[in-house]
């Protein structure tokens, strides 16, 4: 027996299960193959949710620490204090649970089936699906292909899943280890640093390129650094992992500094942070014809695949004209995009140049448009503008004063090219930055909005002064 729906999504992630409902929303029958025990992918269940939580803890447990200076007393002080790892699991995981139950809510509400188990695409529409006996299923309409991302190494290194381990694993962490090797300053990277060195661990960061969160402008590199290297975490840039061996109960890691000389580092874990690849194995969508580039699924802007019938979104899709962002809210995005194409709506294509990105480790890294960088680059004749959290009211009151805003423009029109920030609030502040770049909004816009005070927001309104040369505070 064949069940026939209107879409057919492969992958409950926050790109497969956000296409789901906005489908359904729009009046097609819908059906979401999912082979884990709950709804939500990888987001919901190993990244971005559990590993904020963990950062949350972590941002406490320094606040606690500090509770002399807030005049707050807790047993003899804040020697005291210590990180209880089987609590922290268990708060993490509840939010966790509640979030993925959240989801299956959703489905039942637009009346969405959730298929459970492994699909295979046969052709002509067909899902197979195993999970003990064989289900077939039918797409009249489209397959929405969302199997996202998982961590991947690099050539050398072999995860054991015990002492190499990904990000997968170093969530889910019983004890605080005594010292941890992390290869890769992405956001994976950073983040685990903050968390694990928060929790007392001695952290090692290890990048190839010459600093970190390379992504970013040049500043916040420089800023993160200086603030990692005051909490007592070892930066290495410009360095290569050459081999990582275990050894009993830690990890022996070469590494080549740029110097040409060899380093030594010996640590419970190495945690490997150096990107993440495609899901696609086991759906047998080569054998359709479906193009691929470097194992990536290729759509156009539309997520149309070359075979009609099937789309792909999210992690496991590349577009031909650079890198992707692997992020959830761009999958989200491009969910509601490819349901309301399929529904017959007219839809416009997603700006990649306005995406946000936001990096949660402590101090937190928000981002969006071109880099000073980037910009000189293109040909832009720049100015910019930078101000600092420390002078802010806010800041003090919250002992929270690292970091800045950077504003990045052009000359002749006073555009907005971009806005770099770290410091507190900075994955929040960023949405104001990402809603003047859609806008196209002038420096002298943003200037003319009025921030209230006190607040973390001003730094912006701030910045946007500093860019015509006439910062108030500083």
């Not at 899901?279 to 699924?297: A, F, S, W």
Request: charged share 25%; aromatic share 6%; hydrophobic share 40%.
């Amino acid at each position: 027996m064949t069940n026939e729906y209107d879409v057919i999504v492969i992958g409950a992630g926050t790109g497969g299960y956000v296409a789901a409902i906005r489908a359904a929303q729009l009046g097609l029958k819908v059906a979401c193959v999912e082979k884990q025990k709950s709804l939500g992918g990888t987001c919901l269940i190993w990244g971005c949710i559990p590993t904020k939580a963990l950062l949350e803890h972590a941002h406490a447990l320094k606040v606690v620490q500090h509770a002399k200076e807030w005049g707050v007393r807790i047993g003899d002080g804040s020697a005291d204090v210590s990180i209880d790892m089987t609590q922290v699991h268990a708060r993490k995981d509840k939010i966790v649970s509640g979030l993925t139950k959240g989801v299956e809510f959703l489905f039942k509400k637009n009346k969405i089936d959730w298929i459970k188990g492994t699909a295979r695409l046969a052709g002509n529409g067909v899902v197979d699906v195993f999970e003990g006996e064989t289900q077939t299923l039918k797409a009249t309409k489209e397959i929405i292909v969302a199997t996202g991302s998982t961590p991947r190494s690099v050539p050398g290194i072999a995860f054991d899943y015990e002492r190499i381990i990904t990000s997968d694993q170093a969530i889910h962490m019983k004890a605080v280890p005594k010292s941890i090797a992390i290869m890769g300053s992405g956001a994976v990277g950073v983040e685990f640093a903050s968390i694990f060195r928060s929790f007392g661990a001695e952290v090692t960061i290890i990048e190839l390129l010459p600093r970190l969160v390379p992504v970013e402008d040049e500043a916040v590199s420089a800023e993160l650094q200086k603030s990692f290297r005051k909490k007592g975490i070892a930066v290495l840039t410009g360095t290569k992992v050459t081999s990582a061996k275990v050894n009993g109960d830690g990890v022996d890691v070469q590494a080549a500094l740029p110097d040409g000389s060899t380093k030594d580092i010996r640590a419970e874990y190495l945690l490997v942070a150096t990107g993440r690849g495609p899901v696609t194995t086991g759906l047998d969508i080569e054998k359709l014809g479906v193009e691929m580039e470097r194992g990536y699924i290729k759509v156009d802007k539309a997520y149309r695949t070359n075979v009609p019938g099937i789309s792909a979104i999210g992690d496991v899709i590349t577009l031909g004209d650079g890198p992707h962002p692997q992020l959830a809210h761009v999958s989200s995005t491009e969910g509601i995009l490819v349901a309301e194409r399929i529904a017959g709506h007219d839809i416009q294509p997603l700006n990649y140049g306005h995406v946000p990105g936001c990096t949660y480790c402590d101090p937190e890294i928000g981002s969006v448009g071109l880099t000073e960088k980037a910009a000189r680059e293109k040909g832009y004749d720049v100015r910019v503008g930078t101000f600092p959290f420390g002078v802010l009211g806010r800041a003090k009151m919250a002992g929270e004063t690292e970091g800045f805003v950077k504003i990045v423009a052009e000359k002749k029109y006073d555009e907005i090219l971009g806005v770099h920030m770290i410091g507190p609030r900075s994955t929040e502040l960023v949405a104001e930055a990402t809603l003047a770049l859609r806008l196209e909004s002038t420096v002298e816009e943003l200037i003319r909005t009025i921030h209230a005070h006190p607040t973390m927001a001003e730094a912006v309104g701030e910045a946007a002064h500093a860019t015509h040369g006439a910062a108030i505070h500083v």
